[in-house]
T-cell receptor
């Protein structure tokens, strides 16, 4: 079974802190994604990566950065956390295949910024 | 820009009923469509993926259909159970090299015992 894990289920940080959210997948997937999910707004893509050291902006990259130094790990960084970044953060991964590119999601990290 | 709509936003049915969840999308140039389930406070679980060349996919009591030309997909759940209670989301991947999905806002399903 594909397994996508996220470093924390719940996280509470203060405004202005630098925050790291880690995601690890064990299926040798090329693609990895970071989303945030908010009531009434649904899932929105923040960043994605299709290879080591490659990254592309999604729909809402402002205030975030990412790092992918190894194929299995994709980190989301909040450079200076703000209260409007309180949200559920979901990581996903998939093969980069023309036929099999189902996205698999981690359990999510609920981040509260106070 | 692709927009994905799911109607209704919430649905409540008695146990044992067959039900249909709807998903529509504005741009028919899609690569595939994926249905997910999300339990409260949890991540998404993939249920079914339909390639653009396919008409339907089945897994157990679930059947998903795709009509690309009309921009519609349905998820049929047979003989619903209380354990089916969750939010169901559909998402489309556009044609071409783009890998990201566009999600609908979901249908919150409650199956009453």
């Amino acid at each position: 079974d594909v397994k996508v894990t996220q470093s924390s289920r719940y996280l509470v940080k203060r405004t202005g802190e630098k925050v790291f959210l880690e995601c690890v997948q064990d299926m040798d997937h090329e693609n990895m994604f970071w989303y945030r999910q908010d009531p009434g707004l649904g899932l929105r893509l923040i960043y994605f990566s299709y290879d080591v050291k490659m990254k592309e902006k999604g729909d809402i990259p402002e205030g975030y950065s990412v790092s992918r130094e190894k194929k299995e790990r994709f980190s989301l960084i909040l450079e200076s956390a703000s209260t409007n970044q309180t949200s559920m953060y979901l990581c996903a991964s998939s093969w980069d295949s023309a036929r099999v590119d189902e996205q698999y999601f981690g359990p999510g990290t609920r981040l509260t910024v106070t | 820009k692709q927009e994905v709509t799911q109607i209704p936003a919430a649905l409540s049915v008695p146990e044992g009923e067959n039900l249909v969840l709807n998903c529509s999308f504005t741009d028919s140039a899609i690569y595939n469509l994926q249905w997910f389930r999300q339990d409260p406070g949890k991540g998404l679980t993939s249920l079914l993926l339909i390639q653009s060349s396919q008409r339907e996919q089945t897994s157990g009591r679930l059947n998903a259909s795709l009509d690309k030309s009309s921009g519609r997909s349905t998820l049929y759940i047979a003989a619903s159970q209380p354990g089916d209670s969750a939010t169901y989301l559909c998402a489309v991947r556009p044609s071409g090299s783009a890998r990201q999905l566009t999600f609908g806002s979901g249908t919150q399903l409650t199956v009453l015992p």
